[in-house]
């Protein structure tokens, strides 16, 4: 991989909530690679920790929390690669307020959360232009519709005046999307964009997403909890868990050589079409809360091939196991792939 293709990186990314509990490791160490083109996943159950990387990514944690480590924006300026440090800004500073909404844009679940209900979302879209891109409010508004159009709004002129509230969720979905292309993003963060919609809405969504990112080359960071979004979308995957990356691979190498028992038994909880059982092998237990874990793998309480003594003495470094392949469990790199097997292979 050539370096100038990295356009963000996190590093040891640790995002902590400051309770009266005590701390709360939301996001525990974790690094990305997301690069030019290409869509990274970042897929695990609830409370893994998804939400709050893409948050601490823009810096929009919630005041009791501190984001650390590094968010390394490469930047083109000039034909050069300048890089920086998003960590280093302000939280509600002027310069990471011109990155968000211009550089990095980002969609949400909820497109009620992304517009106010008081104005017509093309108001609230020409606005975002007006900050990001020109000051001529006429070319915003021009620009504006167009968007509108590129997302398959239906009559955009019209559209462009309506209220939040006027439109269908499905409709709702493709203004938030809109919103977020409108100033020609380098990376869009979509944070499990199509949960709330039906199906055939879905699928466009997911649809509209992809084309964007052939036509633009968009970089998309696509946070899911459903492997099979993760492998419509994505090109890398990471899986999360209690704020770690367990696993970080291709897609290719995530569904048919996955090495972490999580990831192994999240696959196992899809459904597939060969799959003979109609029962699916769903992960017992859940996620425990991220307070004064106790040392080793933070999967051992759940993991089926946990060895006390071992999993559960000193924490687990993520290792590469073979050419862009990390796995953070010690019993790993005992094993080779055809070993640990594809959890679909024996179906
Ligand atoms: N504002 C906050 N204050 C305190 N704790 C928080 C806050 N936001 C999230 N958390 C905690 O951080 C952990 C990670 O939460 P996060 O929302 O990132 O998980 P997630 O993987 O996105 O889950 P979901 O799929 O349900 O959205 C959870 O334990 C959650 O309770």
Do not use: W
Request: hydrophobic letters at 40%.
């Amino acid at each position: 991989m050539k370096p100038d293709n990295v356009i963000l990186e996190a590093k040891n990314l640790r995002t902590y909530f400051h309770l009266d509990e005590g701390i709360l490791k939301a996001v525990d160490g974790v690094d990305l690679t997301i690069k030019e083109g290409k869509t990274l996943g970042i897929v695990g159950e609830s409370g893994s920790g998804k939400s709050v990387t893409s948050q601490s990514l823009l810096r929009i944690v919630p005041n009791t929390g501190t984001v650390e480590g590094e968010i390394l924006l490469h930047q083109r300026k000039n034909g050069k690669t300048e890089v920086l440090n998003l960590v280093d800004l302000a939280p509600h500073g002027k310069e990471i307020r011109a990155i968000r909404g211009g550089e990095i844009s980002m969609i949400f679940q909820e497109p009620m959360k992304a517009f106010s209900p008081i104005h017509t979302i093309g108001n609230q879209i020409t606005e975002a232009i007006l900050l990001h891109n020109t000051q001529d409010p006429a070319e915003a508004k021009g620009i504006a519709i167009d968007t509108l159009r590129k997302v398959g709004m239906s009559n955009p002129e019209q559209r462009f005046n309506e209220f939040p509230h006027q439109l269908s969720g499905g409709m709702r979905q493709r203004a938030m999307i809109a919103m977020a292309l409108a100033c020609n993003p380098s990376i869009l963060i979509a944070d499990e964009p199509t949960t709330a919609l039906d199906v055939t809405v879905q699928a466009q969504v997911l649809q509209l997403i992809n084309d964007l990112k052939e036509k633009n080359g968009t970089s998309v960071i696509f946070i899911t909890h459903d492997l099979g979004v993760i492998a419509e979308m994505c090109d890398e995957v990471a899986v999360l868990y209690l704020g770690k990356v367990v696993e970080y691979t291709d897609v290719d190498t995530l569904f048919y050589g996955a090495l972490h028992p999580y990831t192994q038994a999240l696959l196992h909880s899809i459904p597939t079409v060969t799959k003979r059982s109609s029962r699916l092998d769903s992960i017992e237990g859940t996620v425990p809360y991220p307070m004064n874990l106790p040392r080793g793998c933070g999967f051992y309480s759940r993991c089926k091939l946990a060895k006390a003594g071992v999993c559960n003495v000193e924490d687990v470094p993520l290792v590469e196991v073979s050419t862009g392949h990390h796995v953070r469990c010690l019993l790993v790199d005992k094993k080779e792939p055809e070993e640990a097997g594809c959890p679909h292979a024996e179906q």
